[in-house]
């Protein structure tokens, strides 16, 4: 799971960075301009929002999100702890508001709480779709019973898929979630994890699952009942 932090603070920056990364795959921003632009990019499973930024205040960011339909979960992180501030943070789009200074646990729960009620995070550890079953402390997957072999980055890839079935992912989207803002790689990549992934299904006929749409990206087709 991905996780962006927007914070002017750079020690606080760093500090948080380090507290998250050990769950999360981590991205900064130090100022509110850069920090709307890779929200925009809607590759994050959470967004952790300071309010009094450089340039675009977290206000004004969650704003812009919510009008472009992003529904990315978003934390407010501030000095501010005035009730009124609390309040202006939710209305306009933020999912909860932790006030400074605060303890790692604390920042913690509260995110895997915002990641269970959006259902990206699962009380059961484990993601699955039709007979496909990805472990996420081994970093595998089975499928119709039977162990799979499957790299690091081709398990990030259908768990991205998954846990987005139904919606269809741009090559940016899944590029920038995959690979980051600052791969060496090329966009052309995904192209070939996808061909890959699907050969990896093929013995079990679920790569059609794995949907071309055309000009745009991929999309995981829902499962039936959805």
Known sequence: MKVLVVEDNLSLLESIKQILSDEYEVDTADNGDDGLFMAQQNIYDCVVLDVMLPGMDGFEIVQKLRAEKLDTNVLFLTAKDALEDRVKGLEMGGDDYLVKPFQAPELKARIRALLRRSGILSMDIHTKYRGMELLSKERGMVVDG????????????????IQNKGKILTREQIFDRIWGFDSDTTIAI??????????????????????????IGYMLKASEGE
């Open 146 to 161: 039977q162990p799979v072999k499957i790299t690091l980055k081709q398990y990030e890839l259908l768990e991205y898929l």
């Open 190 to 215: 995904v192209e070939v994890f996808i061909h890959h992934l699907r050969k990896k299904l093929e013995p079990f006929h679920y790569q059609k699952d794995i949907q071309t749409v055309r000009g």
